[in-house]
């Protein structure tokens, strides 16, 4: 990746949309280099940070509650935080008008000069960039880990004389707003139905999760599972050099047999690994790529993925009451993050689902839940949808809270079942964050008093 196509901000007129934690780094980066900064954001004032509210002193005009026409008419170069549509009317007049509309994503890539090793896909994102993370920095790379999985790569720009390499999480929102963001290494690991509350169609989230390997050259890398016939399909027309994973030997690719990866002449056991299921198999394939074409050494990477454990909120097993074994997944927010989960564990399961529905089929869940599945609790705004769907499979209960789920769960509870807390939903119904939901699932089964 090269910072050769720096642009030039002095004086150019720049609308930051949004006020989280990205659009605040943002507006900080851009007044540093002496741009005309303004800020929107749907929030009342009331709502903002005190750090927002501050950049006012600095010269920047903060708008809340609405996000006004002339507003983004004013700007040469319009900057979206994640999750902000870019379907919205005062978006698109503006892309009409002339202006350059692009993610906080875009901005930073054309400031990033270390090799990039951008990860998207539907599931796995999280658990992939971070184990990638972790096999560099044991095999002596200074790591920088960060985009859509916490910290800005805006953030890094002004400290990254310091790192060997910038790993990036992207999601499907980041994407859709970039122009000429070119990693070094891009890797995409699945593509299923997902935030379809947010994009037009499933064709144009597929789409902006294919623009991480839309600039990549022949000398950049595009690692992809082969498995994923949607995927596969739409690896066509990539130019990059091309490494696919999978169950089937794939020529310049990874191959699996027995828990065993074969990659370049080396062969990688992995039959002791600590992340569970076969999705994890597939996202470990992927850093093993990553990790081996930036010159990490096969007994680094297969002892880091062997010792990796699960990350928080991640199918993590949070107690045993009864015999019976309580796992948090409120990462899985999809309904294949879902499927996964329930694809890695044995019946019976109890299995407590439910949130904000994102507009994808819970359909794909059936096969599982009929033969896994013994009770299926339901909770949030999606919990009629889901009944609807699955209800006829299993026998099912509607809760109003998650306090209530757990207590549902405990009345059938047996020896040797599985409970499953695996939403197939966002949090923003409920809670702030699916973090905050599992936290609060797991506080509330670690204090069950039987």
Not at 362 to 381: C, P, Q, R, S
């Amino acid at each position: 990746m090269s910072g050769k196509d720096q642009m030039e901000l002095e004086g150019r007129k720049t609308l930051v949309v949004g006020l989280g934690k990205t659009g605040r780094e943002t507006v900080k980066f851009l007044l540093a280099r002496k741009a005309e900064v303004r800020a929107t954001d749907l929030c009342e004032r009331g709502d903002l940070s005190a750090e927002a509210l501050g950049f006012e002193v600095m010269g920047v005009k903060i708008e809340t509650g609405e996000h006004k026409l002339e507003t983004f008419l004013w700007a040469d170069t319009v900057v979206m935080s994640p999750g902000v549509p870019l379907t919205q009317s005062v978006v698109q007049e503006s892309i009409k008008r002339g202006a350059e509309v692009i993610s906080e994503l875009e901005l930073a890539s054309r400031f990033l000069c270390k090799p990039v090793v951008a990860l998207t896909g539907s599931n796995g994102k999280t658990t992939t960039s971070t184990l990638i993370t972790a096999i560099l920095r044991r095999g002596g790379k200074k790591v920088f880990l960060g985009g859509n999985i916490g910290t800005p790569a805006i953030e890094v720009v002004d400290s990254q004389d310091t790192l060997d390499v910038i790993v990036l999480e992207t999601s499907s929102f980041q994407l859709q707003g970039t122009d000429s963001f070119r990693p070094d290494i891009g890797v995409i690991l699945n593509i299923s139905p997902n935030h379809l509350d947010h994009h037009l169609s499933l064709e144009e989230y597929v789409d902006s999760k294919m623009k991480l390997f839309a600039n990549q050259n022949e000398g950049d890398f595009a690692i992809y599972n082969s498995q994923d016939a949607l995927l596969r399909e739409k690896m066509e027309s990539v130019t990059s050099n091309k490494i696919p994973y999978g169950t089937d030997a794939t020529q310049n690719g990874l191959s699996l047999r027995c828990a065993k990866v074969t990659f370049r002449d080396e062969t990688y056991d992995l039959s002791r690994m600590r992340l569970p299921g076969e999705h994890n198999m597939e996202n470990a394939m992927a850093a093993i790529a990553a990790a081996t074409l930036l010159g990490c050494p096969k007994d680094i990477i297969e002892r880091e993925i062997l010792s990796f454990a699960p990350l928080e909120h991640r199918i993590n097993l949070v107690a045993v009451i009864e015999g019976a074994k309580f796992y948090n997944d409120s990462k899985s927010t999809s309904p294949s993050a879902t499927l996964r989960a329930l694809q890695s564990l044995n019946a019976p399961v109890i299995l407590i689902a439910g949130g904000k529905d994102k507009g994808a089929s819970y359909g794909a869940l059936g096969g599982e839940v009929k033969n896994k599945v013994k009770l299926l609790i339901l909770m949030g705004e999606a919990k009629h949808t889901m009944k609807h769907e699955l209800g006829e499979l299993v026998e099912t209960s509607l809760v109003e809270t998650l306090d209530e789920a757990v207590g549902e769960c405990l009345k059938n509870l047996r020896k040797g079942d599985n409970v499953l807390f695996s939403p197939a939903c966002s949090s923003f119904d409920m809670f702030s964050s699916y973090e905050e939901r599992g936290r609060r699932f797991s506080d509330i089964v670690q204090n069950i008093r039987l």
